[in-house]
């Protein structure tokens, strides 16, 4: 069913309000990630496989085969949970926010310089010290 003019301009405002609000939010829940299906098929083989393993190992009096199996299925369920890994094509880092009209404004490139972990820890510290007026 269809909205409605009028529910589609209030769904449009909570829209801006939201992103004015709470970029990083909005930008999160803008972004389209989704795992593969396959990903979750592998790892389901893969635990079913640990499980077995683990069980023919616990009745057959074989722990070392018991531990090849506990770590065959910690491995799946750690593949199934992973991000998956993205094109070289793509670089990891800051990806842009998204602005008040619905647009996504990239990161200049001395943002995508500065992407490290502990630059940001620095960037913070400095915000945090200039807030509280020392």
Known sequence: MPLSEYEQRVLEQMERQLT???????????????????????????ASLGLLLLV?????SLPWLGVIGFVVMF?????AFAAPHRSSGHRSGPRGVVQSDGQVKSPS??????SSFMSRLEERWERRRGESGR
């Open 20 to 46: 004015s609000d709470d970029p990083r939010l909005a930008n999160t829940l803008t972004q389209r990630g989704h795992r593969p299906f396959g990903r979750y098929v592998i790892a389901g083989v893969g």
């Open 75 to 79: 491995a799946a369920v750690a593949f």
């Open 56 to 60: 023919l190992g616990a009745a057959n």
């Open 109 to 114: 490139p001395a943002a995508r310089q500065k």
